[in-house]
C-alpha cells in the first residue's frame, strides 16, 4: 500500500470517527434549562450528582464542561458512600481528558494524583486506566518517556492484576504511544494492534476501534515498509 492510499486510508477512518460522535457534542439547550430546573429543586447530594454528571455531558468538551465536573468533585469530597465514589472517580478522569485536549499537562498530572482518594472497585476501573492514560500521556507530551513507559508497563500490571480487558486496551494504546513517540514504529503498530484485537474481539466501541486503527495507519504512514498492512 502506498503512502498516499496510507494516507488516504487514515483521512477516511477519521471523518468516519467524526460522523459516530458528532451528535454527541451537539449541546441541546432545552435539556440543558430542563436540568438546571431539576437540579435547583434537588433535594439530595445524590440526586444533585446524576444532575451535575448529566450537565456535564451535555457539555462535553466545553468549557462549563469543566466547571460542572469540579463542582461534581467537591460535592463527592463531603461523601463517603460508593455512588459518592464513582462520580468522584468521573469528575477526576473526565477533568484530566479535559484539561489534556487543551494541553495543560501540569494540571492533568495534578488532577491525576487526586485518583488516590477513590476506593479502587470494579465499577470504577474503566476511570482510573482513562485517568492514568493521561496522567502518563502528559508526561509523554512534556518529553518524560522513560517515565511514561514505566508508568504504561506498571499500568499493565494493574490491568492483568484487576483481569480488566478495557485496562489492557488502555495500555497497549499507551505503549503504541510511547513507541510512536520515540520511532520504534513496529511496535508501535503491535502495541496499537493487540488493543485493536480485544476491542473487535468485544464488538463494542466503534469509535476506540477506528482510533486505533488510525494510529495504526499513521504508522504505516510513517514508514510504509515497517509491516504489511493489509493483515489488517
Known amino acids: 500500500m502506498t503512502r498516499t492510499l496510507l494516507k488516504l486510508a487514515r483521512v477516511a477512518l477519521l471523518a468516519a470517527m467524526a460522523l459516530l460522535s458528532v451528535s454527541a457534542y451537539a449541546v441541546d439547550s432545552t435539556l440543558e434549562t430542563r436540568t438546571k430546573e431539576s437540579l435547583q429543586k434537588a433535594e439530595n447530594d445524590r440526586e444533585k450528582m446524576r444532575l451535575i454528571g448529566k450537565l456535564s455531558d451535555i457539555n462535553f468538551g466545553l468549557p462549563a464542561e469543566l466547571i460542572y465536573m469540579k463542582q461534581?468533585?467537591?460535592?463527592?469530597?463531603?461523601?463517603?458512600?460508593?455512588?459518592?465514589?464513582?462520580?468522584?472517580?468521573?469528575?477526576?478522569?473526565?477533568?484530566?481528558?479535559?484539561?489534556?485536549?487543551i494541553n495543560k499537562l501540569d494540571s492533568v498530572i495534578a488532577w491525576a494524583q487526586k485518583f488516590d482518594e477513590v476506593q479502587l472497585k470494579p465499577e470504577v476501573y474503566s476511570r482510573y486506566f482513562d485517568t492514568k492514560y493521561y496522567q502518563?500521556?502528559?508526561?509523554?507530551?512534556?518529553?518524560?518517556?522513560?517515565?511514561?513507559?514505566?508508568?504504561?508497563?506498571?499500568?499493565?500490571?494493574?490491568?492483568?492484576?484487576?483481569?480488566?480487558?478495557?485496562?489492557?486496551?488502555?495500555?497497549?494504546?499507551?505503549?503504541?504511544?510511547?513507541?510512536?513517540?520515540?520511532?520504534v514504529l513496529t511496535q508501535a503498530i503491535d502495541a496499537y494492534s493487540c488493543g485493536y484485537n480485544i476491542l473487535k474481539k468485544q464488538?463494542?466501541?466503534?469509535?476506540?476501534?477506528?482510533?486505533?486503527?488510525?494510529?495504526?495507519?499513521?504508522?504505516?504512514?510513517?514508514?510504509?515498509?515497517?509491516?504489511?498492512?493489509?493483515?489488517y
Open 72 to 101: 461534581l468533585y467537591s460535592l463527592t469530597s463531603r461523601n463517603k458512600d460508593n455512588y459518592s465514589n464513582t462520580y468522584k472517580a468521573m469528575a477526576i478522569s473526565h477533568i484530566c481528558r479535559y484539561y489534556f485536549n
Open 136 to 183: 502518563s500521556s502528559a508526561h509523554l507530551e512534556k518529553g518524560n518517556t522513560e517515565k511514561a513507559l514505566g508508568a504504561a508497563l506498571d499500568l499493565q500490571k494493574d490491568a492483568q492484576r484487576l483481569h480488566s480487558e478495557d485496562g489492557e486496551v488502555t495500555c497497549y494504546e499507551l505503549l503504541g504511544d510511547v513507541f510512536m513517540k520515540t520511532k
Open 203 to 231: 464488538s463494542r466501541r466503534p469509535t476506540y476501534r477506528f482510533q486505533l486503527l488510525t494510529q495504526i495507519l499513521e504508522c504505516y504512514t510513517e514508514n510504509p515498509q515497517c509491516c504489511d498492512a493489509g493483515i
